[in-house]
């Protein structure tokens, strides 16, 4: 059964603490990102990954940091940086890689992240 | 001015009514049109997918999309309980990253 799983499905983070979200798809595509969804303000792009080891920032990358050694797996971990974690974090992947036109993104069922 | 807007509703509806949900938005080279619907604590999933102006149907769905006014719409008929969920819009130029208004929230009522 095909998708993207992420976990855990429910995170908090107490002062000062770096936390790691995980990610991983079985549907072989090239391309994965990490959004952050506050209420009422939409789909923010964190970081994106086109390519194993290699990796974008997006809008709002401060206090984020990401990586990609593995195809199937794109990891975000909330750094003490990140003042204002609390959030809906989702996971999406693509196929083909980049921002091609009929691109269509494949969600996971997100993380929310709160704080302590 | 954000690049996408979209009113945030709540928009409720009772059963049976025909939906317009809609987007407007400033950016003239954006070309490559979405809808997406998320249930409540889910990822979204897409729903429709329009290039440039016209109409698109699927089942009770169509998506509409007005390049001169800057303006797209989702129209859902005879809409479902289960049509309850937020539906976000998203639009792209070219290879440019994807960009997502704020997301209606929808309740349709038995």
């Known amino acids: 059964d095909g998708g993207i799983t992420q976990s855990p499905k429910y995170l908090f983070r107490k002062e000062g603490q770096n936390v790691t979200l995980s990610c991983e798809q079985n549907l072989n595509h090239d391309a994965m990102y990490w959004y952050r969804q506050d209420p009422g303000q939409g789909l923010r792009l964190i970081y994106y990954?086109?390519?194993?080891?290699?990796?974008q920032k997006g809008d709002i990358a401060e206090g984020y940091s990401v990586s990609r050694e593995k195809k199937e797996s794109f990891p975000l971990t909330v750094t003490s940086a990140q003042k204002n974690p609390t959030a809906f974090y989702l996971c999406?992947?693509?196929?083909?890689?980049?921002?091609?036109?009929?691109?269509?993104?494949?969600f996971g069922s997100g993380t929310q992240l709160s704080v302590l | 001015q954000k690049e996408v807007e979209q009113d945030p509703g709540p928009l409720s509806v009772p059963e049976g009514a025909i939906v317009s949900l809609n987007c407007t938005y400033s950016n003239s080279a954006f070309q490559y049109f979405m809808w997406y619907r998320q249930y409540s604590r889910k990822g979204p999933e897409l729903l429709m997918y329009?290039?440039?102006?016209g109409n698109k149907e699927d089942g009770r769905f169509t998506a509409q999309v007005d390049k001169s006014s800057k303006y797209i719409s989702l129209f859902i008929r005879d809409s479902q309980p289960s049509d309850s969920a937020t539906y976000l819009c998203a639009m792209r130029s070219g290879a440019q990253k994807l960009v997502f208004g704020q997301g209606t929230r929808l309740t349709i009522n038995p």
């Open positions: 990954s086109q390519i194993v080891n290699d990796f």
């Open positions: 999406a992947s693509s196929i083909p890689a980049g921002w091609a036109t009929n691109e269509k993104l494949f």
């Open positions: 329009t290039y440039s102006s």
